[in-house]
């Protein structure tokens, strides 16, 4: 699982996931969170682990800007195929990402294999660790269709 961002929600993800079977990575740009734990990168460097994650592997993209979001959303999503790609963020965040990666070049199927928002949609709170369980809950389904499938 790659975590990019370590503010209040990406803090809750890495919580999250360390309690269940995943080995956690935790990125973040900003040098005030190198004392969540987080490995502090450049931006460019974050954007270029996305562009590289494995395609069993795991990413919640959760920084502080829609900029960055969007660079490290275009980057895993073009990855084929990435296992899960979730993103903090609204319907209508999402709908402005579809536009751009489609502009950018990236097909239906692509952009399909973006989770955003992240989570269970029965859960609705704001709460970073509600946040937290309700993307591990649709990561877990995800790992649950996998093992099922033929």
Do not use: W
């Not at 960055?68 to 609204?90: E, F, I, K, T």
């Not at 990402?97 to 097909?107: I, M, N």
């Amino acid at each position: 699982m790659a975590i990019f961002g370590a503010g209040a929600v990406g803090q809750a993800f890495e919580r999250q996931f360390r309690l269940l079977p995943f080995n956690v990575e935790h990125y973040d740009s900003r040098e005030a969170m190198a004392q969540t734990g987080a490995v502090i990168l450049p931006e460019d460097d974050m954007v270029e682990i996305a562009g590289c994650l494995e395609p069993d592997d795991f990413a919640l993209i959760a920084t502080p800007t829609h900029d960055l979001d969007y660079r490290l959303v275009r980057a895993v999503l073009q990855r084929s195929p990435m296992r899960y790609c979730g993103l903090m963020g609204s319907r209508k965040k999402r709908a402005d990402f579809e536009v751009r990666l489609a502009a950018d070049g990236l097909t239906g199927e692509q952009i399909g294999r973006l989770s955003c928002p992240v989570g269970i949609a029965s859960l609705h709170s704001a709460s970073p660790a509600v946040i937290a369980v309700a993307a591990a809950a649709e990561v877990l389904q995800v790992l649950e269709a996998d093992a099922a499938a033929p």
